[in-house]
């Protein structure tokens, strides 16, 4: 079975600043997709980015992007220019390619933004 | 707004109740899943629908089940309540199923059992 793991429970940073929240994941497939979703404290799970593992490139939305380490099974999320807006929980989360399509997460890294 | 809808926003019962959790997905996708957000298990995904039909399912308790319905909304169906089973429940939708597509979240319902 597939695991996901954030090390980081809490993580601050200052307004403007970039801050890079970590991911490393656990498989035995070769192919798989991996996201970030931001939980703000509406509650509402709001996907920031994702990535397709058998693309080498790394994916970037806007002030996100990714930095994909297959090898490593690493993840890792960097938001630039932070704003006080993307103060959130923030999970990772792990799919197949074939099979069960469900979403396993981790257990989240709390951002908070510094004014 | 995601564009996934889910009724009652909250809901507050007693132990040994039975509850429903009805979800409509984005218009236009087939495939709905449930996750449960609990404190002590994180995020765990709890049955997959497509189309009508059960698709996969995950860590979901005897006492849980669900449905997709020919207008492709989903209800799940929570019953003898615990209080262990105070969460936020999630339904999430995407388009198709087993092409990646990427699952969208609806807000939530919070159960509260007392």
């Known amino acids: 079975a597939q695991t996901v793991t954030q090390s980081q429970p809490e993580m601050s940073v200052q307004e403007a600043e970039t801050v890079t929240l970590s991911c490393t994941y656990d498989t035995s497939e070769s192919d798989y997709y991996l996201f970030w979703y931001k939980q703000p404290p509406s509650r509402q799970m709001i996907l920031v980015i994702r990535q397709e593992a058998y693309k080498q490139q790394n994916a970037t939305e806007n002030r996100f992007s990714v930095n994909f380490q297959k090898a490593a099974k690493s993840f890792s999320l960097k938001i630039s220019d932070s704003q006080l807006g993307d103060a959130a929980m923030y999970f990772c989360?792990?799919?197949?390619?074939?099979?069960?399509?469900?979403?396993?997460f981790g257990t989240g890294t709390r951002l908070t933004i510094i004014p | 707004d995601s564009g996934v809808t889910q009724t009652p926003k909250h809901l507050i019962t007693a132990t040994g109740q039975r509850v429903t959790l009805r979800c409509s997905p984005r218009?236009?996708?087939?495939?709905v899943y449930w996750y449960q957000q609990s404190l002590d298990q994180g995020l765990q995904f709890l049955i997959q629908y497509y189309n009508g039909e059960e698709r996969a399912k995950g860590n979901i308790l005897e006492r849980f089940s669900a449905q997709q319905f020919p207008d492709l909304h989903s209800e799940l169906n929570l019953s003898s309540l615990e209080l262990g089973d105070s969460a936020l429940y999630f339904c999430?939708?995407?388009?198709?199923?087993?092409?990646?597509?990427?699952?969208?979240f609806g807000p939530g319902t919070r159960l509260t059992v007392l």
């Open positions: 218009s236009g996708d087939l495939s």
């Open positions: 989360a792990y799919r197949s390619i074939f099979g069960n399509e469900k979403l396993t």
């Open positions: 999430a939708s995407s388009v198709r199923s087993g092409y990646g597509d990427t699952q969208y």
